[in-house]
């Protein structure tokens, strides 16, 4: 991995961090005549809380920033999200609104304030009922928004006739701060709000997506990495029941969160950070954001950041706590919840996923790893097991060298194997709610990251020329995009991502494991690299 691989890293982190600046320079650009009352192709919609106002890009309807809580800072800070406060008049949505508080680069950037959401739609007010996709951004539980052009819905709901929502909400020490085992029942809820604030989001989908030309009876929720943990967890919180009724997990498999105990000693780590005792609580909501991070990020500094690709599955720190009723088991461990039955789901990983991560491992970034280093690291996640691992990858990936061997075993160990699970437990779970498995394998010719992780969502949202950092841009990324697109809005459409352009994609069993690898030539295959997945299943 070369020079270029750096220089991308960092254009991709100006499209997925905190990017509300850019965005909201499109969005100016875009909004021009959108400002003026007199325009009639200027949108509005009354909401229960106030009229919004957004502009056309495209043909599309976007509205940017519609409050949708209120602010969460103060006497908030740690509560359940509250509707926002009713406004006169029109107000205009055509900026993207604050990112949640977190820190970037080692600054703190964004605010509490930032409960907003964006829809793009075909139109308004037109009673149809559109299917309604609701996507929720990646970056962990810690970090980055919504509001990034990669995530602009107006392709997507050009090609499929379809609502396309992105929000923001709580992170890090502000929406995952389990304190009902410190302070009482008061903050019994603070360990989720930032997951409680996306239901509250969804009850307001609920209520006012048919003004935006949406079906309320009819809402996907999707995501990518963090995002997908989130539409993971989800599966599983009782105030999310019949909010939504399909599922699509993108390289973000939520196996395992963090029990309430291991939560109130993160808490617990983060007063002490804080010189606060269990007398402090209204001290806590009134402290500076800023200090709050920078507690999180001593707190989270002290944690092993490749604990996962170590074999330790549970994640650590400020994310979900499972064990208090928001949340009380997780979604898909040991089994696939009850809660989330009726639900189908779309999981599935890249194949290189770990490729993106390399910038914390040089040696593996410059591809300079040797076998016995490679053994040695294989020791470190196995065990004794480590001759077998080594045994089956060099089989599986013949010429391989152990700097993508390692790769290819990280990416497996985590993404890949977890999502294979969550799908197997979905397919042996008493319910008639299917799922569907796809593997993405395209390798981008702008970086040498090959099938690195995140490069699908740019085709997912046919975004591959409007943000071709990942892709490249080229004519092959636009046919693939154009078929997995269409197989996710299918999906939306009607919980089945079969599509003419693809071959036929049977539901997942674990008898045949059909599985959708994705390329230029897409083709189903029945338990891809079974030998593999044998191997994690029995280590």
């Known amino acids: 991995m070369s020079n270029r691989d750096s220089e991308f890293r960092m254009e991709r982190r100006r499209f997925l961090g905190n990017s509300a600046l850019a965005g909201s320079a499109l969005a100016l650009s875009l909004a021009g005549a959108a400002r003026a009352d007199s325009n009639p192709r200027t949108p509005v919609v009354e909401t229960r809380h106030g009229r919004i106002r957004g502009f056309m890009e495209e043909n599309i309807n976007v509205f940017k920033g519609i409050p949708y809580g209120d602010d969460t800072g103060s006497q908030n800070r740690f509560m359940p999200a509250r509707d926002p406060s009713p406004w006169s008049g029109v107000k205009d949505c055509i900026d993207y609104g604050n990112s949640a508080a977190q820190m970037q680069g080692g600054s703190a950037t964004g605010s509490e304030d930032c409960l907003v959401m964006n829809i793009f739609t075909p139109a308004v007010n037109d009673e149809r009922r559109r299917p309604v996709m609701l996507w929720l951004h990646g970056g962990g539980f810690s970090t980055l928004s919504g509001s990034s052009p990669l995530y602009n819905g107006v392709n997507l709901c050009q090609r499929g006739d379809v609502v396309v929502a992105s929000l923001n909400h709580r992170l890090n020490i502000f929406g995952f701060m389990h304190l ?98 269990r007398g402090d609580a209204r001290r806590l909501q009134e402290l500076p954001a800023e200090q709050l991070l920078q507690a999180f990020s001593r707190v989270t500094g002290r944690l092993d950041r490749d604990a996962r690709f170590k074999g330790i599955q549970e994640q650590r720190g400020f994310v979900p706590t499972v064990g208090i009723d928001s949340l009380p088991q997780h979604s898909f461990n040991p089994v696939a919840s009850p809660l989330s039955a009726s639900v189908p789901i779309l999981i599935g990983s890249n194949k290189h996923e770990y490729a993106y991560f390399g910038g914390r491992d040089p040696v593996v970034q410059r591809n300079e790893l040797s076998m016995d280093d490679l053994k040695d690291r294989v020791e470190m996640i196995a065990g004794n097991a480590a001759d077998r691992v080594m045994d089956v990858y060099q089989r599986t990936y013949p010429g391989e060298s152990p700097s993508w061997l390692w790769i290819l075993m990280t990416s497996d160990r985590t993404y890949r194997f977890d999502s294979i699970t969550m799908a197997q437990r979905r397919a042996l779970a008493d319910s008639h709610a299917p799922a569907w498995m796809y593997f993405f394998e395209w390798e981008t010719p702008a970086s040498d990251m090959r099938a690195h992780h995140a490069l699908e969502i740019s085709f997912v949202f046919r975004n591959t020329s409007r943000v071709p950092a990942m892709s490249g841009g080229g004519r092959e990324a636009a046919a693939l995009s154009r078929r997995m697109s269409d197989s996710w809005i299918s999906f939306a459409r009607n919980g089945n991502p079969n599509v003419t352009a693809l071959p036929d994609w049977p539901q997942y069993d674990i008898d045949r494991r059909a599985t959708m690898v994705f390329d230029n030539e897409s083709r189903v295959v029945d338990d891809p690299h079974a030998a593999v997945r044998q191997l994690w299943s029995t280590i």
């Open 180 to 277: 009902g085992d410190h302070f009482g029942n008061d903050f019994e809820h603070s360990g989720n709000v930032g997951m409680l604030d996306i239901v509250h989001a969804l009850k307001w989908i609920r209520e006012h997506i048919g003004r935006f030309g949406g079906d309320s009876g009819n809402i996907t929720i999707f995501g990518e990495s963090g995002g997908g943990r989130k539409v993971s967890t989800l599966l599983g919180m009782p105030d999310a029941q019949g909010l939504f009724h399909r599922a699509i997990i993108q390289s973000g498999p939520g196996m395992t969160l963090q029990p309430r105990d291991r939560a109130h000693e993160m808490a617990a780590a983060a007063l002490r950070e804080l010189d606060l005792d």
